[in-house]
């Protein structure tokens, strides 16, 4: 995201790749060449922009422009681009206007302004638009591309608007033969992006509703989002979202079909009523027109860009910017719009099998209820089936505002708000569904579902209070379908809570139910939050997750895709000692299972932390943390939707952070989960202790010792890699015996897993000064496939120092030890690293591999790049503006490439490299 100037944004939004490309190539001191592509609109001369915005001063920079027209004015695009600047040769010019020379000398002159202007400095030379630039500036822009010197050559056009008769088709052909291109296709912008920008415009999140809203109206074309949002950035964005079109973009969008013919702007007419997909059977059959005759408007209309025929046989249309389709419907009148969606709703309903979306679109837009309600209710139970489960709520909404009561209705709608993630929508929904269910089994079904929403909004004795009512019913129930589900509600709400015995027992009497009756579907559920119930104890976490896998491949047969991606869910965070690629192919799997069911929840957020899982399992830091600042970042300008998901994200990274020694990234984020009514317990505590142990605060360590005892009493669980983290961070301070521990007895008990439960009572006897009983603890830890590879890799750090003070061990021992650690820390960094390399030190040991020749060879490319800068002396900040990284991404690069290359400080770096 990078600022800029002009518009109704002052951020640029989901180009940082390609300017960084730019960036990169611009800064490479040798010529190169790029080709941007993209629809008017998407950005193309605003990443120009940003671009020239991050050159120094030492850079040389001409951008001409071409013009509709231009093509028979030869060398417009240069003259466009010298035009009004200083130091031009007179003489030159003359010569390259001069029609009398011969296009040689004319090119040439041409090529002697741009050297002489440029000299020997670096340059970016810019050449927008060259869809419409004439056959002499394609030629100078090729031959630009054959000169030397440190010269980026940048070119801009529009896909849609080349033709094989245009001097750009050639110029392309040409310069893919000649040259190493780099081609660059903007899309448009993705929904998350386009929560970014109207954020920045209006200095908010957004609401989810609203975003949608934005990103169907526009396309997510930049330049429409802005031209909606000019002057009114204080304005509602649910307001906005419905109010009529700009005069002027009206106007220009209209443009393209001003001058139709007649029948070709009547079928363009009907086809903006009918709404996004136009079927060409449907089409006809509101025209009347023939298929010769429509099969022409049709090619008319795709040829002018205005319609792009869909690609997957469908024999569909759909107009390539909505709002052009808005800007023409807004032209007719009322009367004329209802007769139009009145014939459609006739032809839908002779076809039969029609999309019921589209019968409640033009049902209502016709003024038919009844027939809109029934059409709601059945697209409601569509999408919902197809994962589209936005689309189902709209659909339901739709319903809803002709029948209020409907219970099937606010059904669909509780159900399709909670996998959108629209939380609050989704308790209205589910409350009014369980005051209006007219039977047992809806009452169980919405109490099913508001159990879970109170687990996902934090609402604990709302929570207790509905499982109490479900347990009541449960007495009134007689056995059978209704009587098991209401059990596995039970069951589910116990499993939150982490009563697992209770949970365990609940849905055993639910399987046995659903056994009896014979209720396949409510047995899988039930023996999901068994499985997840097993695998949170040690003891048992084997047998839960060969339960929940035989669940994921029921539920898919079954088609219950809820299921199958809530129960994947849990197998990843409880993946134990499942390889890194078992565990990718997991976690891919939840995401197309979260996808067909439409939970947003389990197929963004739960996928980039599970990304980040993987790789802490594997050891590499900067991609874990890399994993969830992108899951940060698809969320940023959304208004949070789902908090307690959002604090998890920022305890997880916090951690992260304080692994890598990024402190003042920790404490932001520490600093955001404050407000959190979600960062209950230990973890603020917990993490505010962890900050200060780090910081080398010995007094705020101590004064945060109290709360940490008081949150951890007041706490039903233990984690293994919890305790690690807050002893070593106790012993990196230095806090005396009894205080650690007084730590190790709260923080550890029965439940504990065996590997974990060693590694901390490894640090602890070491502590100590029981360095035998320590290295055996070690080793069993180093060995243990359950923890990570960081964990794994500071045991046989310990091990090594255990080794060393013990006088009946040899010094191989130790060696084999930090060997060892250092392939399973060469991709971490922070505190475990420091210790690793304390223990080389005291062993001699100048690197990992024993010796300093070649280590080079181990950095990835952008840290080679990054360190020849570091060599010449570059600071992070001039780093980060030199190659469009952040500083933070810097610090990380830096960090790799001293541990890799055996070296402490920066000034080393040049030694090294030479």
């Not at 611009?26 to 790029?34: E, I, L, T």
């Not at 509703?209 to 949002?229: I, Y």
């Not at 705020?700 to 039903?716: H, I, T």
Request: hydrophobic share 45%.
């Amino acid at each position: 995201m990078r600022w800029t100037r002009g518009g109704a944004s002052r951020v640029m939004v989901g180009r940082d790749r390609e300017l960084g490309q730019l960036t990169e190539l611009a800064a490479s001191g040798q010529s190169r060449v790029a080709v941007i592509a993209g629809e008017p609109g998407v950005g193309k001369t605003r990443l120009i922009q940003e671009l020239l915005a991050t050159l120094g001063s030492e850079y040389t920079v001409l951008v001409g422009t071409a013009e509709p027209g231009s093509l028979s004015r030869p060398y417009e695009v240069l003259l466009d681009a010298v035009d009004g600047r200083p130091g031009v040769d007179e003489f030159q010019l003359d010569s390259l206007a001069d029609p009398d020379r011969s296009p040689v000398e004319r090119l040439h002159a041409g090529l002697a302004i741009v050297d002489d202007f440029v000299g020997e400095r670096p340059a970016v030379i810019v050449f927008e638009d060259l869809h419409w630039a004439d056959s002499e500036s394609a030629a100078l822009f090729e031959r630009i591309a054959d000169t030397g010197g440190s010269r980026l050559l940048i070119g801009t056009y529009r896909p849609d608007e080349v033709t094989s008769r245009q001097p750009i088709a050639a110029l392309l052909a040409r310069l893919g033969r000649r040259y190493a291109v780099t081609h660059l296709g903007l899309e448009r912008l993705t929904e998350s992006d386009t929560a970014a920008l109207l954020t920045t415009i209006t200095g908010k999140p957004v609401p989810y509703r609203s975003v949608v809203a934005f990103h169907e109206r526009t396309g997510g074309n930049p330049f429409f989002l802005e031209e909606l949002m000019r002057g009114h950035e204080n304005d509602s964005l649910e307001v906005l979202g419905e109010q009529p079109l700009p005069w002027s973009l009206a106007e220009v969008l209209r443009r393209q079909v001003d001058e139709l013919q007649p029948p070709v702007r009547r079928i363009v007419e009907a086809a903006a009523v009918l709404g996004h997909r136009v079927p060409f059977d449907l089409l006809a059959a509101v025209t009347g027109a023939g298929e010769d005759e429509l099969i022409a408007a049709l090619r008319e209309l795709v040829v002018l860009g205005v319609l792009v025929e869909d690609q997957e046989g469908q024999d569909d249309f759909h107009f390539r910017h909505s709002l052009v389709r808005e800007a023409i419907s807004a032209r007719l009148l009322g009367r004329e719009q209802r007769r139009l969606h009145e014939a459609a709703l006739e032809a839908l309903l002779a076809a039969g099998g029609s999309d019921p979306a589209m019968v409640a679109l033009h049902a209502r837009a016709a003024g038919r209820y009844d027939e809109m309600v029934a059409a709601a209710r059945k697209g409601t139970a569509l999408y919902l089936s197809i994962g589209s489960a936005y689309q189902a709520l709209q659909l339901a909404e739709m319903g809803l505002e002709e029948e209020s009561d409907d219970a099937e209705l606010l059904a669909g709608a509780a159900q399709a708000a909670w996998l959108a993630d629209l939380l609050d929508d989704a308790i209205s929904y589910a409350r009014r569904w369980q005051d209006r269910a007219a039977t047992r089994s809806e009452q169980v079904e919405a109490l099913y579902l508001l159990v879970r929403l109170a687990w996902d909004t934090e609402e604990e004795a709302r929570m207790e209070a509905l499982t109490d009512e479900v347990e009541r019913l449960i007495a009134k129930l007689p056995p059978g379908a209704e009587q098991a589900r209401a059990m596995t509600v039970v069951a589910q709400s116990c499993m939150l809570r982490d009563q697992t015995e209770v949970a365990v027992s609940w849905a055993d009497r639910a399987i046995a139910l659903a056994e009896e009756f014979d209720l396949p579907r409510v047995r899988l559920a039930a023996l999901v939050e068994k499985g997840a119930a097993l695998t949170e104890r040690a003891s048992s976490s084997d047998e839960g997750r060969a339960l929940l896998a035989w669940v994921v491949d029921e539920a898919e047969k079954l088609g219950e895709w809820v299921l199958a991606a809530r129960t994947l869910n849990h197998v990843v965070q409880n993946a134990g000692a499942a390889e890194p690629a078992e565990h990718a192919e997991i976690l891919e799997r939840m995401r197309i299972d979260a996808e067909r069911a439409g939970i947003e929840s389990l197929a963004v957020a739960a996928y980039f932390q599970g990304r980040a899982r993987i790789a802490t399992r594997e050891g590499d830091l900067a991609a874990a943390i890399t994993a969830l600042e992108l899951g940060r970042e698809r969320d940023r300008g959304y208004e949070q939707r789902h908090l307690r998901r959002t604090c998890y994200h920022a305890v997880f990274l916090s951690g992260l952070y304080l692994e890598a020694g990024e402190l003042d990234l920790a404490d932001q984020t520490i600093e955001g989960l404050r407000s959190s009514p979600y960062a209950t317990g230990l973890i603020v505590p917990g993490l505010d202790f962890h900050l200060a142990c780090r910081r080398g605060d010995l007094a705020a360590a101590q004064s945060q010792l109290d709360q940490v005892f008081a949150a951890l009493a007041e706490q039903s669980w233990r984690s293994g890699s919890q305790a690690h983290d807050l002893i070593s961070a106790a012993l990196f301070v230095g806090l005396p015996l009894p205080t650690l521990d007084r730590m190790g007895e709260e923080l550890l008990d029965v439940h504990v897993w065996d590997a974990a439960r060693t590694l901390v009572e490894a640090q602890l006897a070491e502590a100590h000064g029981e360095w035998a009983k320590a290295l055996a603890s070690y080793r069993v830890a180093a060995d243990a496939p359950v923890l990570g590879a960081s964990a794994r890799g500071t045991a046989h750090v310990g091990a090594a120092r255990c080794a060393l003070a013990l006088t009946d061990q040899p010094r191989e021992v130790a060696v084999g030890h930090v060997q060892k650690a250092a392939r399973l820390l060469c991709q971490w960094r922070g505190w475990r690293v420091a210790q690793l390399e304390e223990v080389r030190a005291r062993l001699g040991l100048a690197a990992a591999d024993g010796a300093t020749a070649g280590v080079g060879a181990a950095l990835t490319r952008r840290e080679r790049q990054v360190a020849v800068l570091v060599a010449d002396g570059l600071t992070n900040a001039e780093l980060a503006r030199r190659l469009f990284i952040s500083p933070k991404t810097v610090a990380i690069h830096v960090s790799n490439i001293l541990h890799k290359l055996g070296v402490s400080s920066r000034t080393e770096v040049a030694d090294v490299l030479g």
